[in-house]
Nanobody, 116 residues
């Protein structure tokens, strides 16, 4: 079974940093593009970042470009999101996502709260 497990969320002050992790199992992780999404209260779930199967291609939402870095370690079946210069507007539940031939899969999410 496909399984995605996010970790690393927490409370951080504006301007601070956090790194999120997503551990994947149940599919050939190294074959697929991976994604980070986030969902704030009252908002639609939005795409934050994407990374190609070998990590050579990345894409970011305009709101996080220059502050967030997506990466992956295929040997560890793990996806990362390094978040710097965090703003209160970044407060959301962050989700790992994979699209494979049989469907789209999500982790349970990890809460990131940016507040003084």
């Amino acid at each position: 079974q496909v399984q995605l497990v996010e970790s690393g969320g927490g409370l951080v002050q504006p301007g601070g940093s956090l790194t999120l992790s997503c551990t994947a199992s149940g599919f050939t992780f190294s074959t697929y593009t991976m994604y980070w999404y986030r969902q704030a209260p009252g908002k639609e779930r939005e795409l934050v970042a994407a990374i190609g199967s070998i990590g050579g291609s990345t894409d970011y939402a305009d709101s996080v470009k220059g502050r967030f870095t997506i990466s992956r370690d295929n040997a560890k079946n793990t996806l990362y999101l390094q978040m710097n210069s965090l703003k209160p507007e970044d407060t959301a539940v962050y989700f790992c996502n994979a699209v494979v031939p049989l469907g789209q899969y999500w982790g349970q999410g990890t809460q990131v709260t940016v507040s003084s």
